[in-house]
């Protein structure tokens, strides 16, 4: 049994004119400016298909119908399995799903005290949010270590999380062969050869392209080997606006999507019908500091755009969202992270990447935040459930009032109230709501103070199901070889 | 206000309109005046950017227009006035001279790009070696022109040691000491600095320059 996303999108903030405006400008934007692709094979490519290459400067302008062909190539709803059928994950059109964190370089520890993390950190940080019931899809929490080399880190990554949990992962790979490293070990977990991995990718890979309008080297390498063996990729580009796009909304969603359609016809001319999810993390320039924001507003506009550029192409689209620029588990991170959350989820964005845990524009992570962010999670979906009010639920509601009526008190007996509570109401598990007397009397206990004890029980208890051993040593072996 | 005042004037009113056009202009009419380019930089240019600069502090102007002002200088000073700094056989007193870059195997600059600026804008000679730079090229231009810092930026993780590799050249040829190296970029961090030996860390562009001012003695 597949896990169920929750419907989202349903919020819109344009009319079908202005986005179809948006998409003809993009194809403008390609077609006359174009895109640079520092990789020779991928300049051959796209020249014999039509477009138009200038070899020194790199520059690639393509033509409006490539890109049309390229988007009628992507598939529609894609798939992207767990380690068992029970976290496969269906991305159909506006429903949500959440990803993990991703990328942090420190620990925040219970004492408060902020550390270079280690990878042992890595396995904990999975570990504790693959219990976390509203994550569906792994990324890697942590990616830098002070115990592990750089070179090479993504497999290492892969092997740390894969151990720690049956879901989906998504992975990242500094060019071609750790693509194809990771798509043995993806092999050897699932017992087939590594030409069948495309059938079930068990991992999809990131393919962060560099705004403005610029692909490097090690990116388009990552593509055109995803490509080859159909592992999903996600196709990504994180302008700051005022910084590496324009500062307008309509100029950063423009630039965004232009960028992404370049990627989507070289993916799709390299290997027509690969898998891609649309990619989006729009940031914010700070102008009076200069460090891009992940906490800003703005980004909650940029989601309800890109989010229906994707229902009008019909692509899967995954965003980042629930993000903070606070530095510890405070009021500024409760605020940044439920507003940025709850936008992308009403935007319809189907995987939001939500960094979870994470603060310091995702460098930091914490323990007690992965809890709470849980927590946000929840609420939200509680709201995109929405309300039913039908003909029927109308009617079962004026039995109920008549049954009570103006002479009775309350509605806790009446079995109505029995049968809906489950679907109606939705307890939290970190949020206290108790009156001031009681909340003295059990300890005084915050939000901060619950996921603390949350997150350690889990830390203690939580084992997911594990590889078998020569699996396990296998994967390690690949992990371990050079990239280059 | 004599006329030499009236032509520094202009050069400052025409950096605060971030026009690159009119900077040129007001450049080239001081300099067929016979004014002396050093003049040209220190009087017009530099104060010009400064008065920016004193906005930006006081919240009055924001990140762009520091920008806006420090890049149509930084050109103008090197397409037009060190020729004829050089043809004098003079030069520049800058507060000190920066080798700026991104490391190997990335092209994120803007980070590197903002610092520039705002290096060029509190008057250092910034020698910007662009991006995807190997680090023997950062330890190259260095020794070349005696760079007091080299500064080198990475905005990915997997790239880092690119400025791990800058130390370990200056260390292996024996010239460590000759330089301040100062490391950038998000995923940079304090420890990461110690690890490597490098001599300082700024997490943004306005205490990079403080790092800078600092680690050469010049104070806030």
Known sequence: MPLSGIKGGQLRFFTKDQI??????????????????????????????????????RIVKIPQYLVLEALRKVPRNITLYGRNSENDVALTRDMIYNGSANNAIAILDFNGTRRPATFKDLEDFTRLQDALENIHIMSTPITAFNDVSPKGVYKRCYEGVVKNTEKHVINQADGAKEVRDEARMAAAIMDIELEEVGRRPIFSVIADLAPPLKFPRTIIEVIMECAKYRIPILLESDPYAGGTAPITTAGIILQQNAEILAGITLTELAKPNTPIIYTCAPMVLDMRLGV????????????????????????????????TDSKVVDVQAGYEKAISYLMAALSGVNIITSHTGTLESVLTISYEQSVIDNEIYGMVFRILRGGDISDDSLYEAFKVIGKVGPLGSHYLSQEHTRKYFPVEEWLPTVSDRNKWDAWVRKGKKTALKMAREKAKKILKEHRPEPLPRETLEEIARIAEEPIY | MSSKEKLFNNLVEAVLTF?????????KEALSSGVDPLDIIEKGLAKGLKAVGEKYEAGEFFLM?????????????????????????????????????????DIHDIGKNIVGAMLTAA????????????????????????ADIIGASALLTTTLPGQERIIEILKREGIRDRFKVILGGAPVTEEWVKKVGGDGYAGDAVEAVKLVKRLLGEGE
Do not use: W
């Open chain 2, 123 to 146: 008057n250092f000679e910034v020698y910007d070696i662009g991006k995807d730079v190997p680090a023997e090229k950062f330890v190259e231009k260095a020794k070349e022109i005696q």
């Open chain 2, 65 to 105: 227009h520091l920008i806006a002002a420090a890049e149509p200088v930084q050109s103008v000073i090197k397409e037009l006035l060190e020729p004829e700094i050089r043809k004098k056989g003079g030069g520049r007193k800058p507060l000190g001279k920066v080798v700026l870059g991104t490391v190997e195997g």
């Open chain 2, 19 to 27: 026009d690159e056009k009119i900077i040129v202009e007001k450049t």
């Open chain 1, 20 to 57: 179809y405006s948006l998409h003809l400008t993009s194809l403008n934007v390609l077609e006359q400016i174009g895109v640079m692709m520092d990789h020779d094979a991928a300049l051959k490519l796209m020249e014999e298909a039509g477009a138009e290459v200038d070899y020194k400067d």
């Open chain 1, 292 to 323: 891009a924001s992940l906490g800003a507003p703005e980004r909650g506009v940029y989601h309800v755009a890109t989010a229906q550029l994707c229902r009008y192409y019909g692509v899967p689209l995954c965003g980042v969202a629930g993000t």
